[in-house]
DNA sequence: TCATCAATTAGACGTTCATCGAATTATCGA
DNA sequence: TCGATAATTCGATGAACGTCTAATTGATGA
């Protein structure tokens, strides 16, 4: 048992590992992580595709793979999709790093 | 000026920084850094082929790819080569994932 | 209901990458 | 000097990846 109220912190399997890794090896997903990491509220997915200059299929495949990786969390909001940084995670991932690397 | 004594801070390009997850996202890479940061002394090539079930031509390519992004330091020594782990080299790298993202 | 718009999926294309065997370079001991 | 050993480089191959266009799904408002 843990400290009443603490978050419950993120346990990373070595396949999530390298799923992070790698997403974050793409400028364009690093971007887009970047922008939802800086506003901690939702932020559409039309929103980025504006910033980015990617077409919709390719941000797509980029929200699906940082998803998987677990670095985002996304909701649907009728036509629109909502999408937020994992902070937890990213947190458990440098922490991770530190650990094995450090 | 910062304090004296203090290890230099290092500064990482956004190519770097690039490189940097690249080189984390291949699980073989990501061993030989674990295990040369796990001795904080140097390490030759042949004791690594021994542990990673790779040829030598593979792990040259891995290490000349953590080199290149700057985690792993070689020393020629006569017929060998000696590995190190540049641990200020992945300390910048989380601290810039820490500010961008966190 | 239907036209419109947001987002995803499917399929294709060119590039990058990990891996290997073979050839090459470099160093040491006999 | 020469054979043996360590490591790198070269060239090839198959898989994975980023990107795009086109087709599809899903939801909204007229």
Request: proline content about 2%; hydrophobic content about 40%.
């Amino acid at each position: 048992m843990t400290m009443a109220g603490a978050k419950q912190s993120v346990d990373l399997s070595e396949r999530q590992m390298q799923l992070i890794a790698k997403a974050l090896a793409d400028s364009n997903r690093y971007e887009i992580l970047k922008k939802l990491a800086s506003r901690d509220c939702a932020t559409p997915c039309s929103d980025m595709r504006a910033c980015f200059n990617i077409v919709p299929a390719t941000l797509s495949h980029h929200m699906k793979e940082l998803e998987t990786a677990g670095l985002v969390r996304s909701e649907k909001a009728g036509k629109f999709v909502n999408y937020f940084a994992e902070t937890r995670v990213l947190r458990a991932y440098l922490d991770r790093l530190k650990s094995d690397l450090g």
